[in-house]
C-alpha cells in the first residue's frame, strides 16, 4: 500500500496504468485513469492529460517548452507535458 503523499504521478504506458513514486519505483495498477480521476481528491491530484494525472504537491515548476507546449517538472525530475486540452482546465484548477 502506498500513501497519497508520496505519489507523484499516474500515467498510461502501453496500455497500462502506472504509479509513480518519490523515490522513482513504478507500480502497475488495475484502475483506469478516468477512474482515479474521479477518487482522488481534487485538492492534491490534477489531470493534466487523459493520459496522466501529477500531485500537485511534486510539482516543481510550470516552463514553457520550444513547441509551445506547457512542460510540468516534477519533484522527482521527471519532465512532462500538459495536453493543450488540459491547459484552460489547469489554469482554473490552480487559480
Same mark, same amino acid.
Given at each position: 500500500? $502506498?500513501s $497519497?503523499?508520496? +505519489? ?9 496504468? #502506472?504509479?509513480? !513514486? @518519490? %523515490?522513482? &519505483? &513504478? *507500480?502497475? #495498477?488495475?484502475?483506469r485513469?478516468?477512474?482515479? &480521476?474521479?477518487?482522488?481528491p ?5 489531470? +493534466?492529460?487523459?493520459? /496522466? #494525472?501529477?500531485? =500537485?504537491?511534486?510539482? @516543481?515548476?510550470?516552463?514553457l517548452?520550444?513547441?509551445?507546449? *506547457?512542460? =510540468?517538472n516534477? !519533484? %522527482?525530475?521527471?519532465l ?8 484552460? !482546465? +489547469?489554469? /482554473?484548477d490552480?487559480?
Amino acid at each position: 500500500m $502506498l500513501s $497519497l503523499p508520496q +505519489i507523484v504521478r499516474f500515467y498510461t504506458e502501453n496500455g497500462a496504468v #502506472i504509479c509513480e !513514486t @518519490d %523515490n522513482q &519505483h &513504478h *507500480y502497475r #495498477i488495475k484502475e483506469r485513469i478516468y477512474f482515479l &480521476h474521479n477518487q482522488l481528491p481534487k485538492e492534491m491530484f490534477l489531470q +493534466i492529460s487523459s493520459a /496522466e #494525472i501529477v500531485n =500537485i504537491n511534486k510539482i @516543481d515548476y510550470f516552463s514553457l517548452s520550444k513547441a509551445g507546449r *506547457y512542460q =510540468i517538472n516534477l !519533484t %522527482n525530475g521527471t519532465l512532462t507535458y500538459v495536453s493543450r486540452r488540459f491547459v484552460k !482546465t +489547469i489554469k /482554473e484548477d490552480l487559480s
